[in-house]
């Protein structure tokens, strides 16, 4: 499984961002779709999850009503739509697949990051 992240950038606090994941290869293997961010000086945290058979999803509290995630299954590519940004949104993002959408140990595959800045 190959994931490929992309949409990052700068942004005012408040604004939106979408971010993409485009998985290639033998992406049956994996059902769950995630995105993890990390800050410098912070652990990684687990941000949002979706079921690719499902949909079923996951938010950590700290995005909850603001970011959305969603997948497009012909396209094979995961989206998360990021509104009301702050700036202590402001991190790496990473894209990952794993076995399962409420375990966030179970992810095995990583894409590339993806900076996320917002200024105040």
């Known amino acids: 499984v190959q994931l490929q992240a992309s949409g990052g950038g700068l942004v005012q606090a408040g604004g939106s961002l979408r971010l993409s994941c485009l998985a290639s290869?033998?992406?049956?293997?994996?059902?769950?779709r995630g995105w993890f961010r990390q800050a410098p000086g912070k652990e990684r945290e687990y941000v949002a999850a979706?079921?690719?058979?499902?949909?079923?999803?996951y938010y950590a509290d700290s995005v909850k009503g603001r970011f959305t995630i969603s997948r497009d299954n012909v396209k094979n590519t995961v989206y998360l739509q990021m509104n009301s940004l702050k700036p202590e949104d402001a991190a790496v993002y990473y894209c990952?697949?794993?076995?399962?959408?409420?375990?966030?140990?179970?992810?095995?595959?990583w894409g590339q990051g993806t900076q996320v800045t917002v200024s105040s």
């Open positions: 990952a697949a794993g076995r399962v959408v409420d375990d966030p140990t179970g992810y095995d595959y």
């Open positions: 290869g033998r992406t049956f293997r994996r059902v769950a």
């Open positions: 979706v079921g690719w058979s499902d949909g079923s999803t």
